[in-house]
T-cell receptor, first 109, second 113 residues
């Protein structure tokens, strides 16, 4: 089945540091999405990417849709405590979203 | 607040029992999706309904069923519950049937004892 490889699985950083995570697939996808899930809450859509090579920002977050359409990365600049959570990449598969396993971000103040 | 509501927030039940989880989509959204998230696991797609009709099926067990009503709210029925069914169950909604941008509810945490 369709599978996404998301890395790293977890990150432990200091407040103020920049963060980078990525997601790869063996298949081509035309839509890449990034979600964030806070503890005990549902995922929240951060950024949606629809065009290969597209670079999109949302505040301190920047995401890029890889030119091969097989990968995407998400960067967070100048991390703050509320950035803590699990970040999921997702792709539009056949009639459903397929999610990566998530990157758990922990921030030390 | 995504605009998607789910009830109940927590549910504790015993093995062999049957439960119903309820979801109301965002105003104007016609698609409802159900997902299961086990401890430290990613989101597993279960099933999608669009305007009352089943549209796509994922890894949904035969013991589970869902439906979407004329007012577009949806229910997920879980029967003959097993310990392994303990998980977070999320509902999401989108405007169209090919929901690239899905908006998630707060989830129902199911604990089977």
């Amino acid at each position: 089945g369709q599978q996404l490889n998301q890395s790293p699985q977890s990150m432990f950083i200091q407040e103020g540091e920049d963060v980078s995570m990525n997601c790869t697939s063996s298949s081509i996808f035309n839509t890449w999405l990034w979600y964030k899930q806070d503890p005990g809450e549902g995922p929240v859509l951060l950024i949606a990417l629809y065009k290969a090579g597209e670079l999109t920002s949302n505040g301190r977050l920047t995401a890029q849709f890889g030119i091969t359409r097989k990968d995407s990365f998400l960067n967070i600049s100048a991390s703050i405590p509320s950035d803590v959570g699990i970040y999921f990449c997702a792709v539009q598969g056949a009639q459903k979203l397929v999610f990566g396993q998530g990157t758990r971000l922990t921030i030390n103040p | 607040d995504s605009g998607v509501t789910q009830t109940p927030k927590h549910l504790i039940t015993a093995t062999g029992q049957r439960v119903t989880l309820r979801c109301s989509p965002r105003s104007g959204d016609l698609s409802v999706y159900w997902y299961q998230q086990s401890l430290d696991q990613g989101l597993q797609f279960l099933i999608q309904y669009y305007n009352g009709e089943e549209r796509a099926k994922g890894n949904i067990l035969e013991r589970f069923s869902a439906q979407q009503f004329p007012d577009l709210h949806s229910e997920l029925n879980l029967s003959s519950l097993e310990l392994g069914d303990s998980a977070l169950y999320f509902c999401a909604s989108s405007e169209g049937q090919y929901g690239h941008e899905q908006f998630f509810g707060p989830g129902t945490r199911l604990t089977v004892l």
